[in-house]
């Protein structure tokens, strides 16, 4: 432990940019600065509530972005200014309506802090291009206006070359620091952590400490939360953590190290990112600590970052599902999505040749039986619905971790009860249909047909969901992305099968139908 209270001074933090503007201004202020006096008119304070959202109203400064963005009259200076005067997720979603090149000049006419703010809300893929849109010096100065975090979530999406450009237009210690950020996977703890820490020498007083901070930079911005500030030893060794409230409740004199809880709960930077968030979910954590091999604080993951991690697993998810390339979004470019999506057609002409190939070996018995090509699609259809259901649930299950490993057959089971459930009820309601159009003469359908159909239809769906369930279990255990192109292969299975099912049955029951 420091043996003296100015061990760890103000500024010390673990963002190498320094002190920074903290828009608050002034000295630090309390609770009650603000509170209204007896003069107060108390309507003005009431009129002091905005309400942020209300459902099916948008505000008069809303309702002119949209207006400016439709006319062709509107400059990039107009827009600049009325971009800096809402919010940067606003401004962001605005931008993202331009194509880059205009997104990229109105970027240029912003002032720097609130172009960096509404570049750190955009789509990365839209992001990264209008940066490398703008010249490196320009690049590089909206960089140093971000967190650590988003700077390098940007860099690391660059081309090698464009990145190593605007480091060399920063100063050195913020590109130093920033080159040894990006050193993290981006899907790690270590690449979605913020340096942005609060930390205090545990041989403080609770006097001492609450000064330290009043004068902490990082303390004092605005979009930092400080519900636990973290405890450090000389080395920089994380050792406990006190909450915000618990120090302003304690007695002034009391030493820091008095009161601290021992026992962090840290993570290391290599943690693969949907590990944090299920430690976050778990255990309801609002930000988590990151810690080196030597229990060295490095940053933290907070709440807003496992936010982006959901999202991100989803989108990443479901892209896989259907073969799309991951990280591919509406912006990027055709050579991008070409890249991502060409392999897994090609992969999904030859799977689809399976139930082709199928259906060809029944050619006769088609010619011969003409409405069964009126049952096949619905009961391949019903059956890839179901699958895809199962699909669904039991990827849910395995990102949730609630289908362990070693313990899939209750879950298999359970699918394939409730595929022949609801292939039973969906075949006899196709049955009945069936019966009713031959009691009525219509179409040369009559209740034999039906019948073959409710018994193909009962099979489908319980191979449907055993498929759903089996494909991602399979593919998990070969070692491979459950998700990765389970759809492609789902389809393949239960359309080849389907026909299967139903066209064999028909085959061996032909005499009957004809009779």
């Avoid at 320094?18 to 202020?29: C, E, I, K, N, Y």
């Avoid at 450009?165 to 993290?184: C, D, F, S, T, V």
């Avoid at 907070?302 to 999202?311: F, G, K, N």
């Amino acid at each position: 432990m420091p043996e003296r209270e100015d061990d760890i001074r103000p500024g010390d933090d673990l963002d190498p940019r320094g002190p920074r503007d903290t828009r608050g201004g002034g000295s630090a202020r309390g609770p009650l600065d603000d509170a209204p006096s007896e003069e107060s008119d108390t309507d003005e304070t009431a009129d002091a509530c905005t309400v942020i959202y209300e459902p099916g109203e948008s505000t008069d400064l809303d309702t002119r972005i949209e207006e400016m963005l439709d006319s062709e009259d509107a400059t990039p200076d107009m827009l600049a200014t009325l971009l800096e005067e809402v919010e940067p997720a606003d401004a962001a979603e605005s931008l993202s309506q331009l194509d880059s090149e205009e997104s990229t000049e109105v970027i240029r006419r912003m002032e720097e802090e609130s172009a960096a703010d509404a570049l750190a809300h955009m789509d990365l893929a839209l992001a990264k291009t209008v940066l490398m849109d703008l010249d490196p010096p320009e690049a590089a100065e909206l960089l140093g206006f971000m967190d650590p975090d988003d700077a390098v979530d940007l860099l690391q999406a660059m081309p090698r070359d464009q990145s190593a450009k605007i480091l060399l237009q920063m100063p050195r210690h913020l590109a130093a620091h920033l080159g040894k950020l990006a050193q993290y996977a981006p899907e790690t703890a270590g690449g979605l952590m913020s340096t942005d820490v609060i930390a205090l020498p545990p041989g403080l007083t609770v006097a001492k400490a609450i000064e330290f901070l009043r004068n902490d930079p990082v303390f004092r911005d605005e979009d930092i939360s400080a519900e636990d500030i973290y405890c450090l030893d000389a080395q920089h060794r994380l050792i406990g953590y006190i909450s915000l409230r618990h120090m302003l409740l304690a007695d002034p004199a009391h030493r820091i190290e008095d009161l601290m809880e021992h026992e962090v709960d840290a993570i290391r930077p290599e943690t693969d990112r949907e590990d944090v968030a299920r430690e976050f979910a778990k255990y309801d954590h609002l930000t988590l600590p990151v810690i080196d091999q030597d229990n060295r604080l490095l940053g933290a993951v907070t709440i807003d970052d496992v936010l982006d991690i959901v999202e991100a697993e989803a989108t990443e998810d479901a892209q896989k599902q259907v073969g799309v390339g991951v990280g591919e979004s509406a912006s990027s470019s055709v050579p991008r999505k070409l890249r991502g999506r060409s392999p897994w057609l090609i992969v999904n002409l030859f799977t689809s040749t399976v139930a082709a190939i199928v259906v060809l070996n029944f050619e006769g018995l088609i010619a011969q039986f003409a409405i069964l090509a009126v049952f096949m699609p619905v009961i391949a259809n019903q059956s890839g619905n179901a699958g895809q259901q199962s699909l669904a649930v039991t990827l849910r299950g395995i990102v949730l971790g609630e289908v362990k490993k070693g313990r899939s057959l209750p879950l298999l089971l359970r699918e394939t009860a409730v595929g022949t459930v609801s292939g039973f009820l969906n075949g006899m309601l196709v049955f009945t249909g069936a019966a009713i159009l031959g009691w009525l003469g219509l179409w040369g359908v009559n209740y034999k047909f039906g019948l073959v159909a409710w018994v193909a239809m009962t099979g489908a769906l319980t191979v449907g969901c055993a498929a759903g369930a089996s494909i991602p279990i399979v593919m998990r255990r070969l070692g491979f992305d459950p998700a990765t192109a389970s759809t492609i292969f789902l389809t393949m299975l239960t359309d080849s099968l389907s026909f299967l099912t139903f066209l064999g049955l028909a085959f061996v029951m032909q005499d009957w139908l004809v009779g």
